[in-house]
C-alpha cells in the first residue's frame, strides 16, 4: 500500500506516452518501477499465504503496523519524495544476512525449512515452501535496483530531485505538508499524507468508492486464500485480479484531481476471525456487497468508463502469454460477475 500510495502522487500519465521527449519518458518511467514493485508485492502476499497454507497455518491478509527494516516504523503513507524513495531504496537493500531486514528474515526462513526432518514437514511440502521463499528473496533484491532505477529517472526531471518537494510531485493534497514528523525520519517533512475531502464533494464520493473496492478487494483475498479446494481457490485469486483493476480506476482519478485515496481498514477488520465456515465466509462477503452498494460503486461511472488496461507490461512474470490473457480476462470482468463467482465458490468449498 505504501508503494502503491506514493506511486499515485507522481504527476506521470498511466500509460507510456506515445512518442513522449526524454522528462516526459523518464518521469513515465520512474512512476511506473513504482507501481510494478507493489504489483509484486502483491504477488507475494499471495505467495506468503501460499506457504501459510502449506505449513497448516491461517492465512492472513491484516495490514503490518510497523514496517522498515527493522519492522520499528509505524505504517505511514505519503507522497514520493526524495526522502520518501531514498528510504524505499534502504529498505530493500539486499541483505543474506538472516538478522538484517525484510529478505534477511526470508533467508532464514528458507534455512529453517530446509533444516526440518523428513519427520516434521513432508518432502514435497517442504520442497514447494522452500520454492516459494527463494522466488520472494530474489524478487526483492530485484526492487533494490528497480527503486535505484526509478531514483535516476526522477531525479532527471527535477535539478537531481533532492529538493524537500520534487516538482514531479502532484498538486493539491500530494504536496501539502503534514503537520506530523516522519516516522523513520525525524528531519525530514511528510508531504501529501491521506486527506478526506468535504462531505457530499465528488472527492468525497470517490475517496467513499476507493475505500469500498479496497475493502472488498481485501475480503475477497480473505476468502481466497482460505479455500481448501487449490482449483477454486485460484480461480478466486483470478477474479480478485478484476478489483485490482477497478480500484487502480478509481484511484487515479482522485490523484489526477490533485486528491488521495485512504485506504482506510475499517476497526474491526484486525480482530475480524479467521474463515472456517462457509457461514462466515458469506457474512464477509455481504459486508463487502453493503459497502459497494452503499459507496454507489456498482454504478460508477469510474468503473463503467474504465476501459484502458492498467500498465502492466514491465514485469517479466506479467509477460507470460497464459497470466497476460488471465489479466485481460479479469480486466473486463464487472464486479456483479466477480461477486456471483464468489457466492458460488464459497457454497462449493470448504475453509481451514
Known amino acids: 500500500m505504501q508503494y502503491l500510495y506514493a506511486y499515485y502522487s507522481v504527476n506521470a500519465p498511466a500509460e507510456e506516452p506515445p512518442e513522449p521527449d526524454l522528462k516526459t519518458f523518464r518521469i513515465w518511467k520512474g512512476a511506473n518501477e513504482v507501481f510494478n514493485i507493489a504489483i509484486d508485492e502483491m504477488r507475494h502476499l499471495h505467495w506468503v499465504n501460499q506457504v501459510?497454507?502449506?505449513?497448516?497455518v491461517k492465512t492472513t491478509v491484516k495490514r503490518a503496523a510497523k514496517i522498515g527494516r527493522r519492522f520499528e516504523v509505524p505504517f505511514y503513507l505519503q507522497s514520493l519524495t526524495s526522502t520518501q524513495l531514498q528510504w524505499f531504496i534502504d529498505v530493500e537493500e539486499p541483505s543474506r544476512s538472516t538478522s538484517t531486514g525484510l529478505d534477511g528474515m526470508y533467508v532464514g526462513i528458507q534455512t529453517s525449512l530446509q533444516q526440518?526432518?523428513?519427520?516434521?514437514?513432508?518432502?514435497?511440502?517442504?520442497?514447494?515452501?522452500?520454492?516459494?521463499?527463494?522466488?520472494?528473496?530474489?524478487?526483492?533484491?530485484?526492487?533494490?535496483?528497480?527503486?535505484?532505477?526509478?531514483?535516476?529517472?526522477?531525479?532527471?526531471?527535477?535539478?537531481?530531485?533532492?529538493?524537500d518537494?520534487?516538482?514531479?510531485?502532484?498538486?493539491?493534497?500530494?504536496?501539502?505538508?503534514?503537520?506530523?514528523?516522519?516516522?523513520?525520519?525525524?528531519?525530514?517533512?511528510?508531504?501529501?499524507?491521506?486527506?478526506?475531502?468535504?462531505f457530499g464533494s465528488e472527492g468525497f464520493i470517490l475517496q467513499k468508492q476507493s475505500d469500498a473496492v479496497?475493502?472488498?478487494?481485501?475480503?475477497?483475498?480473505?476468502?481466497?486464500?482460505?479455500?481448501?479446494?487449490?482449483?477454486?481457490?485460484?480461480?478466486?485469486?483470478?477474479?480478485?485480479i478484476s478489483l485490482m483493476f477497478k480500484l487502480n480506476a478509481i484511484n487515479f482519478q482522485l490523484a489526477e484531481?490533485?486528491?488521495?485515496?485512504?485506504?482506510?481498514?475499517?476497526?474491526?477488520?484486525?480482530?475480524?476471525?479467521?474463515?472456517?465456515?462457509?457461514?462466515?465466509?458469506?457474512?464477509?462477503?455481504?459486508?463487502?456487497?453493503?459497502?459497494?452498494?452503499?459507496?454507489?460503486?456498482?454504478?460508477?461511472?469510474?468503473?463503467?468508463?474504465?476501459?484502458?488496461?492498467?500498465?502492466?507490461?514491465?514485469s517479466k512474470v506479467l509477460k507470460e502469454?497464459?497470466?497476460?490473457?488471465?489479466?485481460?480476462?479479469?480486466?473486463?470482468?464487472?464486479?456483479?460477475?466477480?461477486?456471483?463467482?464468489?457466492?458460488?465458490?464459497i457454497s462449493e468449498t470448504t475453509f481451514q
Open 52 to 56: 501459510l497454507k502449506l505449513l497448516g
Open 116 to 163: 526440518l526432518s523428513p519427520e516434521e514437514l513432508d518432502p514435497e511440502t517442504q520442497r514447494r515452501a522452500v520454492e516459494i521463499i527463494k522466488l520472494i528473496i530474489d524478487e526483492g533484491e530485484g526492487h533494490y535496483v528497480r527503486f535505484s532505477t526509478a531514483q535516476q529517472n526522477l531525479a532527471f526531471y527535477d535539478n537531481a530531485g533532492r529538493g
Open 165 to 198: 518537494l520534487p516538482k514531479y510531485i502532484r498538486g493539491g493534497q500530494w504536496s501539502q505538508l503534514s503537520d506530523q514528523p516522519n516516522p523513520e525520519l525525524p528531519n525530514s517533512n511528510l508531504y501529501g499524507v491521506p486527506h478526506v475531502e468535504k
Open 214 to 240: 479496497y475493502l472488498t478487494l481485501i475480503v475477497f483475498l480473505k476468502l481466497a486464500f482460505a479455500m481448501q479446494d487449490e482449483k477454486i481457490s485460484g480461480a478466486s485469486l483470478r477474479q480478485a
Open 257 to 314: 484531481k490533485g486528491l488521495t485515496p485512504l485506504f482506510t481498514i475499517p476497526k474491526w477488520w484486525e480482530s475480524d476471525p479467521p474463515v472456517t465456515s462457509q457461514e462466515i465466509a458469506q457474512t464477509l462477503l455481504n459486508t463487502a456487497k453493503k459497502q459497494l452498494l452503499e459507496s454507489g460503486v456498482l454504478q460508477s461511472p469510474a468503473i463503467a468508463q474504465f476501459a484502458q488496461k492498467a500498465p502492466l507490461t514491465e
Open 321 to 345: 502469454p497464459i497470466l497476460s490473457k488471465v489479466l485481460q480476462k479479469a480486466h473486463n470482468e464487472s464486479i456483479d460477475e466477480v461477486l456471483a463467482h464468489f457466492d458460488n465458490a
